[in-house]
């Protein structure tokens, strides 16, 4: 008998302690919002490693008290007045063993369960010999109870993981959705849209740099193009080492896919086809390389036409029509697009340095080595204007935009001018709209985004000789290089089609890539 009332006494004081953390937790549970108090018990009740000092404390005391117990003891109530006070509080004696030990297999009244025929049948409830009035409870106290205990334990459960682990962004149902976060990049690939409904502001651009697009390869040498691929995530890169790389872009790993060697073969220009079924590359020499990227198969190609002309400088049309190729005096030759048959030779005063077609296939635009730019009408086969370029002496480069509205041209000097097409197509001495003098050594390579409001322009003359304009107001972008950036020598600037990324080769054979986190898409 003495016995029974020590055991008595210690689940008393056990119940009592525990009604009151219980309560506790309840009534913060009540006053704190119920917001995600609906998730399941088994999202929150993760799995944990290694719980904090505290927690570990709190457990090793719960093991200390529990040890000192017998699990006859534990399994049943010894008196109807504590069957009643478990039955109130817990809903059951074995509620409180699995909330307390975890453990499972009792049925809702304490009883182990029985197995017959397949079946989970349970023995039946004894009734109480009496019940005192002031331990009543309706049903629906008794339910209400059990949900407040349940929500206690998930959010008690979901506290201890955050403060382990913290919470993760994909749960807050409550947070704003991030457009612009990194898991954001490539919901859409293959179509060049615009990734923000709002206009890019111009003083800062958010970027943020990316592990080398060639990190698996380096050995492309001075890089001479970058072409990102129209409707898949893949670059290609060459260089004068006679590689070119052609790599899965992703941002973290840039896996290479593939790499094609040209022996003795300086590649000076590479151009992929708008459908990006094959690359094009060409040199100093009289013959030029086709790569297949969907067979795989490689076709080497004889220039055909009178002169010495070669493929160190080409472009191709936006619909895949023409192919123009810049000759050594003055001379452009426009080739058929797919069968490469040589279409027309066309003249000019002084040599193309660089060339351009417009996006409706329209004009092709010659900046040669003097002022002059010189436009041809691609149907008529004859140049329709000739215009003085504001302020150039030499020409170096010329680039026109997705939306066909502005054409930008550089020059040694380092400045670039920004002209509207429909201007230069009529005036001879059209005014720029705007111009671009931070640069201060010869332009190299310019190129605009897809939504035509950023442009790169660069300089391989010094280091880290880079800078984006803000097309709308015609400024740069006073954070971009980044102190430090260490982008070495800038041959080629190139946005991806979606205007997602930005990519930038150099001389020391490091193709950096940006991510440009005003664009969603690729």
Known sequence: MLQQDTDDAAIQQILSAYKRDIEMELKSEEDESDDGSEQSEEGGAVKQKEDSDDDDSDDKGEEDIFAQLDDHTIGKPRTDREKELMSLVFGGKSELVNNLLGKKGQDEDGEDSEEEDGGSVAKPKRKAAWQDSDDERDEDYREKKSRLEM?????????????????????????????????????????????????????????????????????????????????????????????????????????????????????ACCRMTPDGNEVLFGSFRKFYHVYNLISGASNTLQLKGDGAWTMKNFDMSKCGKYLAVTGGYGEIHLLDGRSKELLTTIQQKNCCYSLCFTPDSKYLLCNSQDNDVSIYHL????????????????????????????????????????????????????????????????????????????????????????????????????????????????????????????????????????????????
Not at 171 to 187: C, T
Not at 196 to 211: F, H, P, Q, T
Not at 400 to 419: D, E, M
Request: glycine share 8%; net charge positive.
């Open 151 to 267: 929500k206690a334990t998930v959010r008690k459960q979901r506290k201890n993981f955050e403060k382990i682990v913290g919470q993760p962004k994909w749960a807050d149902l409550d947070r704003e959705r991030e457009v612009d976060s990194d898991d954001e990049i490539l919901k859409t690939v293959g179509h060049v849209v615009k990734g923000k409904s709002s206009e890019l502001a111009k003083g800062e651009i958010e970027l943020k740099r990316l592990k080398n697009l060639n990190r698996e390869t380096k050995n492309e040498g001075e890089i001479t193009a970058v072409n990102f691929h129209p409707t898949s995530m893949v670059a290609v890169m060459a260089g004068k080492n006679g590689l070119a790389s052609i790599v899965a872009v992703d941002g973290t790993k840039n896996e290479k896919l593939h790499t094609i060697g040209l022996k003795n073969f300086k590649i």
């Open 379 to 522: 149907e008529k086969r004859r140049f329709v204007n000739v215009f003085t370029d504001e302020g150039c002496v030499n020409g170096s480069c010329i680039a026109i935009c997705p939306s066909g509205r502005f054409v930008a041209t550089g020059n040694r000097q380092g400045i670039v001018n920004i002209y509207l097409l429909e201007k230069i197509l009529k005036e001879k001495y059209p005014s720029p709209e705007k111009t671009i003098s931070n640069l201060t050594t010869s332009i190299g390579s310019m190129a605009f985004n897809a939504t035509s409001e950023l442009l790169a322009i660069a300089s391989p003359e010094l280091p880290d000789a880079v800078k984006l304009v803000h097309m709308k107001s015609g400024t740069v972008f006073r954070n971009f290089p980044m102190m430090k950036s260490a982008l070495g020598h800038v041959t080629r600037v190139q946005f991806s089609p979606g205007g997602g990324y930005l990519a930038l080769g150099n001389r020391e054979s490091v193709v950096s890539l940006f991510r440009v986190k005003h664009y969603e898409n690729y």
